[in-house]
């Protein structure tokens, strides 16, 4: 997992916490071209909820990550001016995070990816089944890519991501519990084998 936080200034623009703004970022001189003209800049809370509406495109790996940090990237309450120690408080709590193994003794798999802390996880989304309920497929989250195979590196085995991919991109993302998303699955073909 990769991020890159924008250095703090001391002094914060005092609009709306919700409302996104654009912001000029200088033009890249290693190959002489325009790769960025504008970023951005929303909560990570905007983002999601435009994905969830299908408004924007964000892809698995994407929402995934958007998903875990956003308990720890609020936006400040309404009445107040956010200050660069808000912004430094929440850098610490997702740092101090990121350091963690994950406390969930459920990980059957021989990764076994509870015992790896969220800084080193590796997670490269792999097709489990098409759930016959909604049809969107349910990604796993705990096997590192093929380059790392027998690394002993892995993922994020308690969670899966349900997606609909269409032509125009992925659709109706969203992260859901494995045993959760499993047990569903199970009622859904008992139902059906009942009927027969």
């Known amino acids: 997992m990769y991020l890159y936080m924008l ?17 000029i970022i200088p033009t890249p001189t290693h190959d002489g071209g325009l790769e ?8 990570v809370s905007t983002w999601l909820s435009r994905a969830r509406k299908n408004d924007i495109i964000l892809f698995p790996p994407q929402f995934f990550l958007l ?7 609020t936006s400040p309450s309404p009445r107040s001016t956010p200050s660069p120690d808000f912004y430094a408080s929440q850098r610490t709590a997702l740092l101090d995070f990121l350091q963690k193994i994950p406390t969930s003794k459920e ?3 021989p990764l076994k990816t509870h015992l790896i802390p969220w800084s080193e996880k590796v997670i ?5 089944f098409v759930r016959q309920s ?3 497929y349910v990604l796993g989250l705990d096997k590192p890519g093929p380059e790392l ?16 991919f269409r032509k125009e991109g992925p659709r109706d993302v969203e992260v859901r519990g494995r045993n959760e998303v499993l047990r569903e699955e199970k009622e859904v073909k008992e139902k059906e084998e009942a009927k027969l």
């Open 7 to 23: 250095p703090l200034s001391s002094s914060i623009s005092s609009s709306a916490p919700d409302q996104t703004t654009e912001t």
């Open 36 to 43: 960025h003209t504008a970023a951005t800049f929303a909560p």
């Open 67 to 73: 998903n875990l940090i956003s308990p720890f990237l």
């Open 107 to 109: 990980d059957p798999s």
């Open 124 to 128: 490269s989304p792999t097709v489990m």
């Open 134 to 136: 909604d049809k969107r």
């Open 149 to 164: 195979r027998g690394s002993g590196r892995g993922g994020d085995w308690e969670r899966v991501v349900l997606v609909d």
